[in-house]
């Protein structure tokens, strides 16, 4: 089944998904893996040039579906199932708007990959974060909730399939659950949330706010033994 099918059936039942973000640069750990699997994994960073290596490992080893969620063309590779096509919605630079897109354009029409276009909305988790350094513009502020819900509607009018809502890796301070619960009943297609996420509750607050899927990462790298407890966080929803 198609990745985007996938997701809207799950979405259509009411099932949280849980996804592990994993950057190309840092060494992959299996063990993270062990004695759970999430329902996707995102492969892609802020920095960085090489996620084929990677994903071909995942494939290998895992029969979980692997997205490539780049953060620059050079992260492209058709290797994985589906790729998250997104553009940067809360920024002001043109090259994460539509720019790098542009250039990758021919490369992923020509590989056949799946193809999901996803708004992108990053909100201030309370410091600096990677994206923020990386895209050159800053975040929505927390508290302008009017914001962030018009920049999801536009989203969604632009044709995107997916919102995320991004607090940045390694956010001090995840997306308020408010704030997911305030967007959630403006838009109609599926809502991802991450950033800053370090607890099975802050995750289960995030579905119950609203959030269809919930991206955690930088946690995980620096506790893989916690994966199956937010997995069976999220299924026991």
Request: aromatic share 4%.
């Amino acid at each position: 089944m198609a990745v985007m099918q996938s997701i809207l059936s799950a979405v259509a039942t009411h099932r949280p998904l849980l996804a592990v973000l994993l950057d190309p640069d840092k060494p992959f750990r299996a063990e993270l893996f062990a004695s759970a699997q999430p329902d996707l994994i995102l492969v892609g960073g802020s920095t960085g040039n090489n996620a084929d290596q990677l994903v071909r490992r995942l494939k290998q080893q895992l029969s979980v579906p692997v997205v490539l969620f780049p953060g620059n063309v050079a992260q492209f590779t058709p290797a994985a199932d589906a790729l998250l096509f997104l553009s940067v919605l809360s920024s002001d630079n043109p090259d994460f708007l539509v720019g790098n897109q542009i250039k990758a354009a021919a490369s992923v029409h020509a590989s056949g990959i799946e193809s999901i276009p996803m708004g992108y909305i990053l909100v201030d988790g309370g410091r600096t974060t990677s994206v923020q350094r990386a895209t050159g513009s800053q975040p929505i502020p927390r508290d302008n909730i009017r914001r962030i819900i018009d920049t999801a509607i536009a989203a969604e009018l632009l044709g995107k399939q997916l919102v995320y809502l991004e607090a940045g890796s390694g956010a001090a301070i995840p997306v308020a659950p408010e704030t997911i619960a305030a967007v959630r009943r403006q838009i109609r297609v599926p809502l991802i949330v991450g950033g800053g996420i370090c607890t099975v509750q802050q995750m289960q607050d995030a579905f119950r706010a609203g959030a269809d899927i919930v991206v955690i990462g930088n946690h995980f790298e620096q506790h893989p033994g916690q994966l199956k407890a937010f997995v069976e966080g999220a299924s026991s929803l």
